[in-house]
């Protein structure tokens, strides 16, 4: 069938990219599902540094790739292989699909697929090869999803079924934002009793790590961005404190836990440096793969630290998406407040530059007339 997509044409093209304009809105070809696929008409896409980190040439693909990894829509064709997904089915599109096999998945959560994470690197589905293409060649899926599209061919394990009560916008930021910020809370800090939790970096990532430790109860929760709007943001949202990184230093403030979600290596020093005696640093955030950070051995030993890394959240996305959607629908989890622009498709390379600038939190795609 034809689809029309926003397809990354040449990686490392320079900013503004509403002018240079790296990501072209065309027709391609989406080919039926194979036996263990499925076919999702996309309803919403968030807009994620993971795809901007592909746009500026940090994270390296093949291309021509079709972007976007967050996304929920609505199933339209299943193969011959599925029997436990209906047509009509609302689903939310996860960027890691699970083999249930390998060593990885055998960690519940802690590792990630070895196979998943090889087709996500090749740009192909999870039992191989692609379904996209245009004038007859081969184009690239983006972490098993392609979202920023009317439609997607994906595996069966890129989707978590959810109900028709989650709006599209809210299910397509469950299946990163949500998953990754909101399952490192869950699943890498673990905060205990009487703990504090700091999360530094507020981007979408940051700020539903925030929403989650507040849900969670967690007594003292702290907040760090170099944006004194985004502070302003999380005070709102029920941050108890709330610190420039240069305040962090200067003022020695400290916490149990620290979560970092900025993917810079000058955010995990500060992390590293804010995390408290016996505490743990959860680091999620994505830098350029050249990037170094400098810390003291010692201080691991000395004051028995712990430093983990923790990738889409140390979750398990059939497990943990029906847990937050949950939450959601309780009121415990106000994931729509992470939603600080809607766009349509053609506003896609001026999103990446309001995400270049850190001024959006997460901006959402709509798509199908949502």
């Known amino acids: 069938m034809r689809i029309t997509g926003a397809v990354l044409e040449e990686i490392g093209r ?7 304009r790296p990501l072209r809105v065309t027709e391609l070809e989406l080919a039926d599902p194979g036996p263990t696929e499925v076919r999702v008409r996309i309803e919403a896409a968030g807009v994620c540094h993971s795809d901007l980190s592909v746009v500026d040439g940090h994270r390296v693909r093949p291309v021509p790739m079709l972007l976007g990894h967050e996304a929920a829509g609505r199933v339209e064709a299943v193969g011959s292989g599925v029997g436990d997904v209906a047509v009509g089915t609302r689903v939310v599109l996860v960027f890691l699909p699970r083999c249930e096999d390998c060593a990885g998945c055998r960690t519940g959560g802690r590792l990630p697929c070895e196979r ?16 996209l293409a245009r004038d007859g060649e081969a184009v690239h899926h983006h972490l098993g999803v392609s979202g920023f599209a009317t439609h997607a061919v994906v595996d069966r394990a ?23 910020g909101g399952g490192a809370l869950l699943n890498a800090v673990r905060p205990g009793p009487g703990e504090s939790v700091m999360i530094v970096g507020l981007g979408g990532v940051g700020m539903a790590a925030l929403l989650a430790a507040v849900a969670e109860g967690v007594q003292d929760v702290i907040a760090v961005d170099a944006l004194p709007q985004k502070l302003d943001l999380a005070r709102k949202w029920g941050a108890h404190r709330a610190y420039t990184p240069e305040q962090v230093a200067a003022e020695g403030v400290r916490a149990d836990h620290v979560l970092e979600c900025a993917g810079h290596p000058r955010a995990f020093e500060t992390a590293f440096a804010a995390t408290a005696p016996g505490g743990r640093t959860v680091t999620v955030g994505l830098p350029d793969p050249a990037a170094r950070s400098a810390v003291s051995p010692l201080t691991l030993t000395a004051e028995a630290r712990t430093v983990v890394g923790s990738y889409l959240g140390s979750a398990v996305p059939a497990r943990d998406v029906p847990r937050f959607a949950q939450w959601w629908r309780e009121g415990r989890l106000p994931v729509e407040r992470l939603i600080t622009r809607r766009i349509r498709l053609d506003e896609i390379n001026d999103a990446m530059d309001e995400l270049a600038d850190g001024r959006a939190v997460r901006q959402v795609v709509m798509l199908d007339g949502s």
Do not use: E, I, M
């Open 158 to 180: 890129s989707v978590v079924p959810v109900g028709d009560d989650v709006p599209p916008d809210v299910a397509a930021v469950l299946g990163c934002a949500v998953l990754t």
């Open 14 to 20: 320079p900013r503004p990219y509403a002018t240079t």
């Open 116 to 131: 998943g994470s090889a087709s996500n690197g090749a740009g192909a589905l999870l039992h191989g090869g692609r379904r």
